[in-house]
């Protein structure tokens, strides 16, 4: 009689364990390359029609793409790029107020201008070079748009918004770094389970995917900016994609990377690249104007 309750407490806790297992979602996922990148998406749990929601997503993705890039000579940047006269539309007109608004946050070094500067070295295009000074002197005078250092952390909002919408309550979100996370990672019979994301921060002088540091976050978005995403090679100087609008030269300094963390991924994205062009000590003053929002630096 003393194993009966033992008997009990077991045969309770299978048919819990088999409960939640038959209410758990399958995991799907989606990925597509759009923003120059590989974009993926995780869901956890979610309703029965993600195929239709990941649809959905997708094309609202095409549809930013189409706005904001300054590739594509049909979008409303390059229009504006042309000097054209051209009705801006809500994604391209948010993309100028956030990057504006950064641009004077850090007395322009964060700057949205870099357009022709970035044609300039052609870094992560296949065809990067070394630009002349003159040519660097000419591009930073044209000014022209580019929204790429805030561009995926916008999308990956969006992305965000639209799965919470369908009745997603367990995601994770990678846009070539950019990862926003809704809720907790919930999978497999114990998906009832508050269990934290775990994002990798690479270490940026390793040629493998080894990591410095695990940040564990859940409803939060990761975006890390450094010197490993995209760079060349000429005569032993390595050049980062990152550019310092002062110098018109890709960043140099202690920073080998920058990530941050915090609700939204287009402001995170801000941030990063911010806090990569001041240091640890310059970004000191710009983070207090962010409370949500923090930054771990490798030097």
Known sequence: MKLL???????????????FSSCSVKTATSQRFCFNTFCTITVYQGPENM???????????TEIEKHISRTDENSTVSALNRGERVEIDTDTAYMIRVAEEFYALTDGLFSPYLGSLIE????????????????????????????????????????????????????????????????????????FMKTLFSIGIRDPLSDRADYVKVVKVHDLCVVTSGIYERSF??????YGHILNPYT?????????????????????DALSTSCFLLGPEGSESLLELFPDYSVEFVL
Do not use: H, Q
């Open 5 to 19: 309750p033992k008997k009990l407490l077991f045969l309770f806790l299978l048919s819990f364990i088999l409960f």
């Open 51 to 61: 195929d239709e929601v990941f649809e959905k997503l997708w094309l609202r993705m």
């Open 233 to 238: 090679e000429v005569d032993g100087v390595l």
């Open 120 to 191: 300039k070295w052609g870094i992560g295009t296949g065809d990067e070079r070394v630009p002349t000074e003159e040519e660097i002197r000419g591009a930073l005078a044209e000014r022209k748009y580019d929204f790429g250092a805030i561009g995926k952390g916008y999308a990956s909002d969006e992305a965000a918004r639209i799965l919470k919408e369908n009745g997603v309550k367990s995601a994770i979100i990678n846009f070539g770094g950019n990862v926003c996370t809704i809720g907790y990672k919930k999978t497999g019979p114990l998906s």
């Open 248 to 268: 018109g030269y890709p960043a140099e300094g202690e920073v080998l990377s920058a990530t941050v963390t915090g609700p939204l991924g287009v402001i995170c």
